[in-house]
């Protein structure tokens, strides 16, 4: 079993529609948790952290439920600048710090 | 942009052979990391270096090593080159050694042929 699992999708949506991206994680020590956006052919970037009582950032919300071991990120009023791959992101502190990557979920939106 | 460079762009070898590929951390940034993401996967954690000490690894066989220097530059270097490794090669650095925001730099493509 990997240690963080994502729907690679692709997700494909309509301008204006809200997504939602699921993933989750093996090891119940893991520390801190993000979502990084990744454009085809660029760097990923980190996008936001996530925080247990949940957070928000403008259209974003990142939600984590360490109980099930499982992060989620919703985009509201998709644009089509959102068109990229989300890469869940979980640091692992088992000896050294190790920042494990989810495989990505692609998401296209449509006009 | 993160300030955090990489050279070369694009880079093609062929089987067996050795490659070194480097990355600019950005000033003050003691912590980098290295990862290799093939092609529709996300990025896998080589290995990181603090202080110009290796201080944690991923699943890699010890044909992958690296180096840092005080001038917040470090190398990674592949011997035996596999057509596996055909990927893209991505440095992250960070002021400490987590947890932190890691700024990423643009990547190494490497073709192995």
């Known amino acids: 079993r990997k240690e963080v699992e994502q729907d690679p999708g692709p997700f494909n949506v309509p301008e204006g529609a809200t997504v939602a991206f699921n993933c989750t994680y093996s090891?119940?020590?893991?520390?801190?948790f993000f979502w990084y956006r990744q454009d085809c052919r660029k760097e990923p970037k980190l996008l936001m952290s996530?925080?247990?009582s949940g957070n928000e950032d403008g259209r974003f919300t990142a939600q984590l439920n360490r109980a099930s071991q499982y992060i989620s990120l919703l985009i509201r009023d998709s644009k089509l600048s959102d068109s990229a791959t989300y890469l869940c992101?979980?640091?692992?502190?088992?000896?050294?710090?190790?920042?494990?990557f989810g495989t990505g979920t692609r998401l296209k939106v449509l006009a | 942009e993160t300030g955090v460079t990489q050279s070369p762009t694009h880079l093609i070898k062929t089987r067996g052979q050795q490659v070194t590929l480097r990355c600019s951390s950005q000033?003050?940034?003691?912590?980098v990391s290295w990862y290799q993401q093939a092609l529709g996967q996300g990025p896998q954690f080589i290995f990181q270096y603090y202080r110009e000490e290796e201080n944690g690894r991923g699943n890699f066989p010890p044909r992958f090593s690296g180096l840092q220097f005080p001038n917040y530059s470090s190398e990674l270097n592949v011997n035996a080159l596999e057509l596996d490794d055909s990927a893209l090669y991505l440095c992250a650095s960070m002021a400490g050694q987590g947890p932190d925001t890691q700024y990423f730099g643009p990547g190494t493509r490497l073709t192995v042929l």
């Open positions: 996530v925080y247990s």
């Open positions: 090891n119940s020590a893991s520390q801190s």
């Open positions: 000033s003050g940034h003691n912590t």
């Open positions: 992101v979980v640091l692992s502190t088992s000896g050294t710090y190790k920042y494990i």
